[in-house]
């Protein structure tokens, strides 16, 4: 007997979805991912925090010298570069797990 409803699924492919779903959930590939995701959020809140804090340092620095500072500049940079890093993973754009997992800290050579 045919499956009158096509919407419903026909048993076997039901029981297809079913093993593949029962598969991703017990991967363990899955819940590490979860794991570094948490840990990768952790991270990226810090990081706007230090770039926060960047920002305003080098504010004030622009206040009382007239120049900003090149070493906040390089700090700056490689901090929006490490939170761009972690939103890509977070966003699943990239399987290359930020530092401290698989990758160095970005260059803090500042952009031009």
């Known amino acids: 007997m045919e499956n009158s409803d096509p919407e419903k699924p026909s048993e076997p492919q039901a029981a297809r979805s079913?093993?593949?779903?029962?598969?991703?959930?017990?991967?363990?590939?899955?819940?590490?991912?979860?794991?570094?995701?948490?840990?990768?959020?952790m991270l990226y809140a810090l990081s706007r925090v230090v770039v926060f804090v960047v920002v305003l340092l080098q504010f004030f620095w622009l206040l009382f010298t007239g120049e900003p500072n090149s070493r906040l500049?390089?700090?700056?940079?490689?901090?929006?570069?490490?939170?761009?890093?972690?939103?890509?993973?977070?966003?699943f754009n990239t399987e290359t797990r930020p530092f401290p997992f698989d990758d160095d800290w970005p260059s803090t050579k500042p952009l031009e």
Do not use: D
Not at 24 to 31: A, D, G, I, P, Q
Not at 74 to 89: I, K, P
């Open 73 to 91: 500049t390089a700090t700056g940079q490689s901090f929006a570069t490490y939170t761009y890093q972690l939103v890509r993973y977070l966003t």
């Open 18 to 41: 079913t093993a593949a779903l029962e598969e991703h959930v017990k991967s363990r590939s899955t819940w590490m991912r979860l794991l570094f995701i948490i840990v990768c959020g």
